[in-house]
T-cell receptor, first 115, second 113 residues
Framework: AQKITQTQPGMFVQEKEAVTLDCTYDTSDPSYGLFWYKQPSSGEMIFLIYQGSYDQQNATEGRYSLNFQKARKSANLVISASQLGDSAMYFCAMRPNTGGFKTIFGAGTRLFVKA | SAVISQKPSRDICQRGTSLTIQCQVDSQVTMMFWYRQQPGQSLTLIATANQGSEATYESGFVIDKFPISRPNLTFSTLTVSNMSPEDSSIYLC??????????FGPGTRLTVL
């Protein structure tokens, strides 16, 4: 069975500090994609970063980086230099590249950035 | 990426009525999905909207309650029928091109009284 686990319901970080949001996954598919989305209070889902299962390098997008450890099946999101606008829900997601290409989502982590 | 719009952005409806949510994409896409996000929860896939054929529903969701149309590769509608307060959620349309990233519309925030 495929599963995404986010063990941190809520996280606090001081403005300008870095924070790591944890994500572990389980899949038997050899090829898959890992994603992180941000959901502010407005409700929209904003795509942040993508990591392919065969990618050798960790993905980076501006202040976001994905710490991909394939053997441990983890895909943690690192946000550097936190800003007040980073306060939101963050969802980790996985999509196998076979079958129906359906994405599954974790339960989410709510991040609070303190001034 | 893809630019996705949803209408309405929010609505307050009475119990027993129906609401149709529209999703429009700025370019043709293979896959369109409809999700429900109940308050404080993660996303739950309702169905995959297939162009030219019936939608494929996930376990726990049925066509009578959530009829879906997909008349072309840029447009889809989801109807929430015979609503009850338990249907109060954010409904999200999303699109994906095969192994590409999945992008979401801005969502429709539904409150049922």
């Amino acid at each position: 069975a495929q599963k995404i686990t986010q063990t941190q319901p809520g996280m606090f970080v001081q403005e300008k500090e870095a924070v790591t949001l944890d994500c572990t996954y389980d899949t038997s598919d050899p090829s898959y994609g890992l994603f992180w989305y941000k959901q502010p209070s407005s409700g929209e889902m904003i795509f942040l970063i993508y990591q392919g299962s065969y990618d050798q390098q960790n993905a980076t997008e501006g202040r976001y980086s994905l710490n991909f450890q394939k053997a441990r099946k983890s895909a943690n999101l690192v946000i550097s230099a936190s800003q007040l606008g980073d306060s939101a829900m963050y969802f980790c997601a996985m999509r196998p590249n076979t079958g129906g290409f359906k994405t599954i989502f974790g339960a989410g982590t709510r991040l609070f950035v303190k001034a | 990426s893809a630019v996705i719009s949803q209408k309405p952005s929010r609505d307050i409806c009475q119990r027993g009525t129906s609401l149709t949510i529209q999703c429009q994409v700025d370019s043709q896409v293979t896959m369109m999905f409809w999700y429900r996000q109940q308050p404080g929860q993660s996303l739950t896939l309702i169905a995959t909207a297939n162009q030219g054929s019936e939608a494929t529903y996930e376990s726990g969701f049925v066509i009578d309650k959530f009829p879906i149309s997909r008349p072309n590769l840029t447009f889809s509608t989801l109807t929430v029928s015979n609503m009850s307060p338990e249907d109060s959620s954010i409904y999200l349309c999303s699109v994906q091109r095969l192994t590409d990233t999945q992008y979401f519309g801005p969502g429709t925030r539904l409150t049922v009284l």
